[in-house]
């Protein structure tokens, strides 16, 4: 087994929004930014990542890193209606959610999601890399039809010794 550099690697964060049934992909390079990664990492780790009234939940994994070719095929990917997972090449300031040991669990996600939710990592991180910018060029719009048309055409069959 090859092991990578830490140069050309990734940790990922997870966010997931229940209501919208998505989960984003943020990568972060791992390269100088090991004690940021690892302070965010403990705080997270401190919360239970419960469904709760329109609060996102988030994971971070920072331990089982991914090369740069594979975060950037990840972002490539077309899974989710709302947007594409995202690549950061930059550095990554401390986060403190300032988590108190008399803070209930719903407390804790409340003061996450004030910094983090709806990819609020872009905050705390630059030099996103504009991978999504080749998807949206591949996007196709939508035809106007008359609406009896059918929404998904079938393949066209071909049969062996037929024209």
Known sequence: ??????????AILMETN???????????????NER????????LNKVDMLFEDDLNTFILENKNLVSEETAKEMCKIDLNHVTFHRKFDGKLELINFHLKKKDSNYNMLVKINKKLADHGISDFIDKEDEIVSDNLSDSS???ESDGEELLVSPPLLIKNNEN
């Not at 229940?18 to 100088?32: Q, R, V």
């Open 1 to 10: 087994m090859v092991k990578m550099s830490n140069l050309n690697t990734y």
């Open 18 to 32: 229940e209501n919208e049934g998505e989960s984003w992909y943020y990568f972060l390079k791992f390269h100088d």
């Open 36 to 43: 940021a990664l690892e302070y965010l990492s403990n705080q």
């Open 141 to 143: 719009t939508e035809e």
